[in-house]
């Protein structure tokens, strides 16, 4: 399965307190490495074992869950692997390392003609962080990050490196492709890319009613479709986008820094700021941003209709839910948030994916509607994510990996099928829990 590696030392930082994006996770780490090639990543893991150490690599702290937390551990920088190995035109693939970061892998596509066939709705994560966990965008026929992996390189407990692909070692890449951490710290990976193409996004406001009534057709009748019902208000912002033989035609720049930067980050941070300090005035802000968001419609390259700047800190759970049972979630959400006393400033965002065969994606083994409900930073719970999880597991729902939920691997596998073929590879690749911490105890078992 494995080879050796010649060692090396890698770079050996200063430790210090790691906190994620949104604030609500930290760790004390008791080294911080920052290795700048699979040799030297490995001997670093090759040390940590001798030391009794646990080994986590963390990206750019989007996840919300506790699953990079390296508390008392090593914790891996991948600050340094960041290299394009390769671009196989006539394979249709990249090659690159495992922390560059998506944005600046799609602009290197571009310059190169090439694309990544679907995205999420952000960009800063590194390529391994965001698999890892199972980021995801929405779509028809196209599925998650994770699912356009062509082949890894992974380092595994005993300090070897390893590759993996559908043909060789065909387990491992099985379970790493979104491995949460849990195989080994995966150091480069290989996608599968397009020639470049255009989107046309076209943006609506349209009545919850509306949308949840339209929903199947909404959802079938375009390639990538998604919207966001305001709480407090029946109003939803509905996106289509869908492949366009061109001509570009992007947002002028005004209208897009207008749109997408002064009131989706400046305005909207100030109204989350005023509607926690003054929770009673939620619903009348709702209402105005509800209709804050107008009709338009532009064309342009692939990433750029897919992703948008989302500066406005908060801390996120989101469910992958059967596709069938999409619009009764829904609306069994609508009644928990009007028979309450909550006030829910953020939108709640709904996407979808086909089934694919991934062990542990979301979307595995059906076609699926994720929904995602959000809290301002610094904003008291009160319950709204419990009982939204309530609905959710109900319904057999997943939560996404690196958002939070309480589940844990009893749970989980009820829902998971392959859960155990994941749990058993486990078993064999890293038996000392190497790469494990408390989240992956609660979630995997021990």
Not at 274 to 292: E, L
Not at 356 to 377: F, M, N
Request: neutral net charge.
């Amino acid at each position: 399965m494995s080879k050796a590696t010649s060692g090396s030392r890698s770079t050996t930082l200063e430790p210090s307190r790691w906190s994620n994006w949104a604030g609500n996770q930290s760790a004390r780490p008791v080294r911080v490495v920052a290795p700048a090639s699979a040799e030297e990543l490995a001997e670093a893991v090759r040390r940590a074992a001798a030391d009794g150490l646990a080994v986590k690599a963390v990206g750019s702290g989007h996840s919300f869950t506790s699953i990079a937390s390296a508390d008392g551990g090593v914790l891996v920088r991948p600050d340094r692997l960041t290299a394009v190995r390769r671009i196989d035109r006539e394979a249709g693939t990249v090659t690159v390392e495992s922390g560059l970061p998506l944005e600046r892998l799609n602009r290197l596509l571009e310059a190169a003609g090439l694309s990544l066939t679907n995205m999420g709705d952000v960009m800063v994560q590194t390529v391994a962080g965001a698999t890892g966990t199972g980021t995801h965008g929405t779509g028809r026929d196209s599925a998650s990050l994770s699912a356009q992996i062509r082949e890894l390189e992974i380092v595994l407990a005993d300090g070897t490196v390893a590759t993996c692909s559908a043909t060789e070692n065909a387990d491992l890449f099985q379970g790493a492709r979104l491995g949460l951490g849990a195989l080994g710290v995966v150091s480069a990976i290989t996608f599968g890319v397009e020639p470049l193409f255009l989107l046309t996004a076209h943006e609506k406001p349209m009545r919850l009613d509306e949308v949840l009534a339209d929903f199947d057709r909404l959802t079938e009748a375009n390639e990538h479709f998604e919207f966001y019902w305001f709480p407090h208000t029946d109003r939803c912002s509905t996106k289509r986008n869908n492949r366009s033989q061109g001509p570009a035609t992007p947002l002028p720049r005004f209208r897009e820094w207008l749109d997408d930067e002064f009131l989706s980050n400046t305005v909207w941070e100030g109204a989350c700021r005023v509607g926690r300090r003054f929770p009673s005035a939620i619903p009348a802000i709702a209402q105005v941003s509800s209709r804050a968001w107008s009709e338009r419609g532009y064309t342009d390259v692939a990433y750029k209709v897919f992703t948008s700047p989302r500066r406005v800190r908060f801390v996120e759970m989101e469910y992958a839910v059967p596709r069938a049972a999409a619009t009764e979630v829904l609306r069994e959400l609508r009644a928990l948030v009007e028979r309450s006393d909550w006030r829910i400033s953020f939108p709640v965002e709904v996407r979808t994916a086909p089934a694919d065969d991934l062990w542990l994606s979301t979307a595995s083994g059906r076609d699926t509607c994720y929904i995602a409900v959000h809290l301002y930073r610094g904003t008291a719970d009160r319950g709204y994510f419990a009982e939204v999880e309530r609905i959710m597991t109900a319904h057999q729902g997943r939560p996404h990996w690196g958002k939070l939920h309480t589940r844990d691997a009893e749970y989980l596998a009820s829902v998971y099928p392959r859960l155990g073929d994941f749990t058993a590879l486990r078993d064999r690749v890293d038996p000392e829990r190497r790469f494990g911490n408390g989240y992956l105890r609660r979630v995997l078992g021990a």
